[in-house]
T-cell receptor, first 114, second 115 residues
């Protein structure tokens, strides 16, 4: 079935370090791909998205490129800040969906230390 | 109020209680969703409504009963819950849920504890 797999966390980095959170997917057809972020005590916020192969989503210094050949959508940031500490979720929806159902990965906790 | 709001933010209930969770969106969207976020499990879609009509029930037990009186409001009625139903319940909305490209906007969630 359709699924999303994220790297196991937690990921602990020092401030200004380079971040990569891996995400791969299994899906029929050509999904849209999303990264959501959840800060402590809050709901999910869309971080970025890409709706077709080779698209790059970007926001707040984060980037992810939709790689159809490797079925991946890895999240990257060149220099993380303490305020980036949160849980990051990779997700997909299918264009054939008539409900907009989001399928999520298990989430990756990022902790950035000063 | 802006965005998606949920009340209450925290709820503790016994297994014999009946309670309701409320979600309201102020974005003019047509689709609304309930998700369950349990510890160490991926977020699970529970229900989807589009223009007030339920379009998905993801095999949710009948002790969870959704209600969508209009496109701005969504309720989740709870009765005879089990301790394993303790979780964060998230509401979301989107402009349209066909085609799979629309962004879903989430509320802050209701943290439910079933004793």
């Amino acid at each position: 079935g359709d699924s999303v797999t994220q790297m196991e966390g937690p990921v602990t980095l020092s401030e200004e370090a380079f971040l990569t959170i891996n995400c791969t997917y299994t899906a029929t057809g050509y999904p849209s791909l999303f990264w959501y972020v959840q800060y402590p005590g809050e709901g999910l916020q869309l971080l970025l998205k890409a709706t077709k192969a080779d698209d790059k989503g970007s926001n707040k210094g984060f980037e992810a490129t939709y790689r159809k050949e490797t079925t991946s959508f890895h999240l990257e940031k060149g220099s993380v800040q303490v305020s980036d500490s949160a849980v990051y979720f990779c997700a997909l929806t299918l264009p054939s969906s008539n409900t907009g159902k989001l399928i999520f990965g298990q989430g990756t906790t990022l902790q950035v230390k000063p | 109020e802006t965005g998606v709001t949920q009340t209450p933010r925290h709820l503790v209930m016994g297994m014999t209680n009946k309670k309701s969770l409320k979600c309201e969106q102020h974005l003019g969207h047509n689709a609304m969703y309930w998700y369950k976020q349990s510890a160490k499990k991926p977020l699970e879609l529970m229900f989807v409504y589009n223009f007030k009509e339920q379009t998905e029930n993801n095999s949710v037990p009948s002790r969870f009963s959704p209600e969508c009186p209009n496109s701005s409001h969504l309720f989740l009625h709870l009765h005879t819950l089990q301790p394993e139903d303790s979780a964060l319940y998230l509401c979301a909305s989107s402009q349209d849920n066909r085609g799979g490209t629309d962004t879903q906007y989430f509320g802050p969630g209701t943290r439910l504890t079933v004793l």
